[in-house]
């Protein structure tokens, strides 16, 4: 179990569940102040930012490797300093965003890409940092965050179990005692089938920490499954609407999705339970409804039990259908009318 903010995060804790803005904003500080305010309607507990600059980011080139040419990308065309300039939130905003945050409940903190962003959130007094995808093999970058001594939440996409285990390694040895990993694929948006799920149980024995889920598919299934393998943090995009576009628009939930998601995890957080067999308090009133063995034809005393005077039906106040083949030939101690509950006090030794 951990604590960022004083909100614990443990498999006996309902899941945390973090609303990322990233770029959808769309350049504007009241755009971001209402999706704080929607994300903290729709009961999310957690809210997070980015914090970057273009030139932090990468250089200001338009050709080769700095030129997203992939046909499936989202962002195909662009530059990737175009493509950071627009998604980037100006760092003048995140007062007023952190404060706004703040007074509706929500732990508000932030990804930083670099050491300067690491000092500035600092400066913000974050409860927590998050490490992106892209940055989980940046060991100086790491380094800087753990010896700031407060929680780390490091998203996995891409990594390799060697890569993790120098991550998680490095985070401990300089400072960072809490650490949640996420499981990720980092594809935009991600599908079902690459998602592998499976690994967060085994991410969670094999590094001994926290693990939850940075989810870009579409809907919040994926989510809620992976509540049910122990995931313990929830990550999704979210913005007011994905009709008003915006560079992460496409694979982000909306307010009423990210209420539904807020719910069904919970559902699924409380459906896990414990092992556990034999009638639960809550069903004990259904027991009456199991089978058992009732008198289906009025009988008098001596009359012989026959599979057409005896049968296993509802309700269950006889006795169960496992003796049915112990009480045929045996017969009535008494008169019976049909609908009586076969009881062994009812029975007399099979006739000679």
């Not at 790491?142 to 120098?166: N, Y």
Request: proline content about 5%; some cysteine; overall charge negative.
């Amino acid at each position: 179990m951990i604590s960022i903010a004083q909100r614990k995060i443990s498999l006996r804790d309902e899941p945390f569940i973090i609303a990322e803005m990233s770029g959808n904003h769309n350049q504007s500080l009241d755009r971001a102040l209402e999706i704080v305010e929607a994300a903290a309607r729709s009961g999310a507990h957690g809210f997070k930012l980015q914090t970057y600059t273009p030139d932090t980011m990468t250089l200001d080139l338009s050709e080769g490797e700095f030129f997203i040419s992939d046909d499936k990308s989202l962002w195909k065309g662009r530059s990737l300093f175009d493509l950071y300039q627009e998604a980037h939130t100006p760092w003048e905003w995140h007062k007023p965003i952190f404060e706004r945050a703040r007074e509706l409940g929500l732990i508000v903190f932030s990804t930083p890409f670099d050491e300067t962003s690491v000092d500035f959130l600092d400066a913000l007094d974050v409860p927590c940092y998050k490490i992106a995808s892209f940055e989980n093999a940046d060991i100086p970058l790491i380094r800087k965050v753990a010896s700031t001594g407060k929680p780390m939440i490091i998203s996995t996409g891409m990594a390799t179990i060697a890569e993790l285990d120098e991550t998680v390694r490095t985070a401990r040895e300089n400072g960072c005692r809490d650490i949640v990993l996420l499981k990720c694929t980092s594809t935009y948006p991600a599908t079902p089938e690459n998602t592998n799920i499976l690994t967060i149980p085994h991410m969670r024995e094999l590094y001994g920490c926290e693990v939850g889920l940075s989810d870009h598919t579409l809907g919040i299934g994926a989510a809620v499954a992976a509540v049910a393998l122990s995931a313990t943090v929830i990550e999704k995009h979210f913005t007011l609407s994905r009709a008003d576009g915006g560079v992460d628009a496409a694979f982000s939930l909306e307010p009423h999705e990210m209420k539904n998601l807020v719910e069904e995890t919970q559902r699924a957080w409380q459906a896990m339970g414990k092992v556990q067999y034999g009638p639960m308090e809550a069903e004990r009133k259904s027991m009456v409804f199991r089978r058992s063995l009732y008198i289906t034809r009025e009988l008098k005393a001596g009359d012989v039990l026959t599979r057409e005077n005896v049968r296993s039906i509802r309700p269950g106040h006889g006795l169960p259908p496992k003796y049915l083949d112990v009480v045929l030939g045996k017969f009535m101690t008494r008169d019976v009318k049909m609908g009586t509950p076969l009881s062994w006090d009812l029975l007399g030794g099979p006739l000679s």
